[in-house]
């Protein structure tokens, strides 16, 4: 990356932004695994394998994976927040291979949500 | 602040955003400010409501109207009808859709909704080995503005004015220890982040490093700038491998921005940060100490004054800020010393981050505004206790802290109203104790952490907390002595008053707050050698109350050495010759016919059965 001036900040901002969220004619889905120290202890590694092995076997290319911090149930890891296009945000918790799996056809192929595995729909507000 | 009618509540959840939400923020702005209205009405961007679908979406508080699917040409109709006139606009409002889904949205579950993220705005939104994610999310936007639009000393003033305190848990005023840094003439200058968290049940420092490094490195830089500093340093332990990869990866990543290194974004100013691994001594989280195992040296304490600011590291003056203060900085930049202040008390602004462990349901990370009750936290953030047990206390601030009995439990959590209570917020560790947590254990835990981890250098801490340990050895292993409880008093007082640093001076508090507290369980171990949550085995005896008994067989599956007795529809009894005082039945029981008695109870028993048989 060129070192950069307040502009290209202001360039960079608002061009990631409108990649970090999903759009019309962008990514369908973005799965996020949360990977803080708790959620690796808990089995978040494993969680994310299953995960990208699934997309990728099933040959998908408009679902994007990603991995985050810590989102602060640490006793309810491993985690993972699912968001599909025009739709809020789903928190799954306590998961494992299997979960993930059974997430991965129904939620993020079949656009219906899990409900036994979530914990919370939406995000958080910050002031 | 000026009176505000009403909070316009725009969701800024990405849904929202994607179908407009900025758009009509960006109109509704212009409105109100061309009608003059802007600071009587207040716009909030806030999280993902759950209503995507229907996005954008806006809620009116206090009103309670909730509209859906904006348009920035809507805006001009929702100030002149609703917010002007008093008639909320209908055709723009919410209709119940005929289908629900079961999983509850946020603002249903305390956990999330009493929750105010500000250090943590960015936790599990961002990968924290991407810059471009932080940046998109404001990031070094602060340090730009810093950096170009502010002075030093207008940097220090907004620092000063937030009344943010340092989070590590001295509470000392960040702006104030910045401002005796920038006056000071003498160079060069350092700025050390203090990564060095090493209470018991503490992880606030840990998970910001590791979800969102980005922050601690812009907040370094902000004060770097404010106090002409060239050079800082990232203090974290080697316990802590994910937070340094993190950390690395994100210093490489503004290296290569030119957001650290010289001339920063073009304005001149260079400045670059190394991490330094700490070898996870616990006194090298005090400062003095921390700055001498910098250099190489063991990690001692010195005396103060001369305070850090003036000689710090290699005795220049140095600014060392905790991992969460740092993260708090950007936002006081970008947002300003009076948005800070607009949460939290007048002596304690802005919010707190909370580690929770222990015994408690929802065991993690919280942000809450200062002031909030303890109980909130506890029981509705918390979830209270898991398996029905009921709460006790909760220890703050680690070893250096203290316990909070039951009846305190509505206290605020500001750092005048804690410290009041003989605990400290400290850096923010909660660890919720049930009735199965004996207060005398708990301090002999703390106490043997505090022996083990004194450095040695000044004997009121050397050789005052061992004994202090021996001696909480001694009642819990039923040596206690009347005059016991005086005896810690007076030494906890005379440590306090003559250790050199920090830990000496904080370590008898576990003690003095469980004597304050809890004197009544010293007093049952001394006189009645009776531990009554059943932890000191050699001061309690389990038996089971044959009224209460269900005759269940749960406890009798969890003792591990079969002494307990008994079949359907008849009391079971613990046989005591067998019996190991491992606290499996007490722990198993739900009607609570486990009961404990003093140790002597034992013989009793066994006495009684004699004589029967």
Request: with cysteine; hydrophobic share 35%; proline share 5%.
């Amino acid at each position: 990356m060129a070192k950069l001036t307040i502009d290209d900040l202001k360039k960079i901002k608002e061009k990631h932004l409108a990649e970090m969220t999903l759009r019309e004619g962008g990514s369908r889905a973005k799965v996020t695994v949360h990977m803080g120290t708790c959620g690796i202890a808990a089995g978040a590694r494993d969680v994310m394998d299953t995960l990208t092995e699934a997309v990728a076997s099933a040959g998908l290319t408009d679902v994007i994976i990603t991995n985050s911090g810590c989102a602060g149930a640490c006793s309810r890891e491993p985690m993972v927040t699912v968001e599909i296009l025009g739709q809020a945000p789903v928190k799954y918790i306590e998961l494992n291979a299997d979960k993930i799996r059974e997430i991965f056809t129904e939620h993020i192929q079949g656009g219906r949500i899990v409900e036994k595995y979530a914990l919370v729909i939406g995000s958080e507000s910050t002031y | 602040m000026a009176n505000v009618r009403a909070n316009l509540m725009i969701c800024g959840g990405t849904g929202c955003i994607a179908s407009g939400g900025y758009k009509f923020k960006e109109a509704l702005e212009k409105e109100l400010i061309d009608r003059g209205l802007h600071s009587e009405f207040k716009i909030v961007m806030t999280g993902c409501n759950g209503f995507c679908a229907e996005g954008p979406i806006m809620t009116v508080l206090p009103d309670g109207i909730f509209y859906e699917k904006l348009k920035p040409e809507h805006a001009s109709d929702i100030v002149e009808e609703h917010l002007l006139k008093g008639r909320p606009v209908e055709k723009y409002m919410y209709r119940e859709p005929g289908k629900t889904v079961k999983v509850p949205t946020m603002k249903d579950i305390p956990f999330f909704n009493l929750q105010v993220l500000r250090a943590l705005r960015n936790k599990g939104m961002i990968d924290p080995e991407k810059i471009e994610d932080y940046i998109a999310r404001d990031g070094y936007m602060a340090a730009a503005k810093a950096l170009t639009e502010m002075s030093p000393e207008e940097v220090v003033k907004e620092m000063k004015e937030s009344g943010l305190r340092g989070r590590g848990g001295a509470g000392f005023l960040c702006g104030l220890k910045w401002e005796f840094a920038m006056k000071n003439p003498d160079e060069p200058k350092y700025i050390i982040c203090n990564g060095d968290e090493g209470d018991p049940g503490a992880f606030m420092d840990r998970s910001i490093m590791e979800a969102d490094p980005h922050v601690v490195l812009e907040g370094m830089l902000i004060g770097a700038y404010a106090t002409n500093a060239h050079w800082g340093y990232i203090y974290v332990r080697a316990e802590y491998p994910l937070a340094v990869k993190r950390l690395e990866i994100a210093i490489g990543h503004a290296r290569e921005a030119g957001l650290l290194g010289e001339n920063i974004l073009g304005t001149g100013f260079s400045f670059d940060i190394e991490v330094y691994q700490g070898a996870g001594a616990f006194v090298c989280g005090e400062s003095t100490a921390l700055m001498r195992s910098i250099e190489g040296k063991r990690g001692m304490p010195r005396p103060t004054p001369p305070n850090s600011v003036y000689k710090g590291l290699w005795d220049k003056p140095t600014v060392l800020n905790n991992v969460e203060t740092l993260a708090c900085v950007p936002e006081i930049i970008l947002k300003g010393a009076g948005w800070f202040r607009s949460l939290g008390t007048e002596k304690s602004t802005g919010t707190k981050v909370f580690a929770l462990s222990g015994s408690i349901n929802n065991i993690g990370l919280i942000e809450v505004p200062m002031g909030i009750p303890l109980k909130q936290i506890i029981f509705d953030i918390g979830g209270g206790l898991p398996r029905g047990r009921t709460f006790k206390a909760v220890q703050l601030g680690g070893p250096s802290g203290g316990c909070i009995p039951d009846e305190l439990i509505d206290v605020p959590v500001t750092y005048e109203d804690i410290n009041a209570t003989g605990a400290i917020v400290g850096s923010g560790g909660m660890v919720v104790m049930d009735d199965l947590s004996c207060m005398v254990s708990v301090a002999k835990f703390f106490l043997e952490f505090t022996t083990e981890e004194s450095c040695g250098k000044c004997p009121p801490c050397r050789i005052g907390t061992k004994v202090m340990q021996l001696k909480l050895e001694d009642i819990c292993e039923g040596r206690g002595r009347e005059g016991d409880i005086e005896l810690l008093n007076d030494l906890s007082h005379d440590i306090i008053a003559t250790s050199l640093c920090g830990l000496g001076k904080s370590a008898p508090n576990p003690v003095l707050t469980t004597i304050k507290y809890f004197k009544h369980e010293y007093e049952e171990h001394i006189n009645q050698g009776y531990c009554r949550a059943g932890v000191c085995r050699d001061l309690v005896t389990f038996h089971i109350d044959e009224e209460a008994c269900k005759a269940c067989g749960v406890c009798k599956r969890a003792c591990p050495v079969g002494a307990i007795t008994g079949e359907k529809k008849v009391p079971h009894e613990i046989q005591q010759e067998m019996c190991i005082k491992c606290r499996s039945c007490l722990e198993a029981c739900k009607f609570g016919a486990v009961k404990t008695g003093p140790g002597s109870l034992r013989e009793e028993i066994l006495k009684n059965k004699a004589v029967k048989a």
